[in-house]
């Protein structure tokens, strides 16, 4: 069998799984649906990319995040992995330039389609922006770090713990 093929069937089964706990967690957010907002899905993504979990991270987009049914993706505002590289790269100021790793999957569960960002994990930690995004709705401030706590990410208007921060730090 074709590895990729494999890795989808394992994709698959972890989410099922995930969805299955009727819970969000370090490295996992579930969204109805894709971001309206660009700015959202870039504080969604360094969030995950700066996630304490230390692994792979999953914005499962299709899944109602308060009673976990799969709705399945819609496509207003729905993106494929070149929209999401290119709002990432957009972005002209990564700190030391490194920029989170990101795959967008799409997968069946229930006869429904899902869409899962899967943000790598990764050592360049923390990630964060040395300009301030604010083409949107609440601005993403340069040198602001921020995370995930358990089903929780940092608000846009504060920062990470400095105990968090210094965790990613050290992975560096």
């Not at 899944?63 to 709002?87: F, W």
């Not at 429904?112 to 604010?134: A, M, R």
Request: with cysteine.
């Amino acid at each position: 069998m074709r590895r990729d093929k494999v890795d989808n069937m394992e994709l698959v089964q972890e989410i099922q799984g995930l969805i299955e706990l009727h819970a969000e967690g370090d490295y996992w957010d579930f969204k109805q649906q894709w971001h309206s907002s660009n700015a959202d899905l870039l504080h969604d993504i360094i969030c995950m990319a700066n996630s304490p979990a230390n692994r792979d991270c999953y914005i499962i987009i299709g899944v109602e995040n308060e009673t976990y049914n799969i709705l399945g993706v819609s496509n207003e505002n729905r993106k494929n992995q070149q929209n999401v590289l290119d709002l990432l790269r957009q972005k002209p100021a990564w700190a030391g330039g490194y920029i989170p790793q990101v795959y967008v999957k799409t997968i069946s569960i229930a006869d429904k389609q899902i869409d899962v960002v899967v943000v790598k994990q990764s050592n360049n930690t923390p990630f964060y922006l040395l300009e301030d995004n604010k083409k949107e709705g609440t601005p993403i401030f340069k040198g602001a770090v921020y995370t995930r706590k358990g089903d929780t990410n940092t608000p846009k208007t504060e920062t990470a713990d400095l105990h968090d921060t210094e965790l990613l730090w050290k992975r560096r």
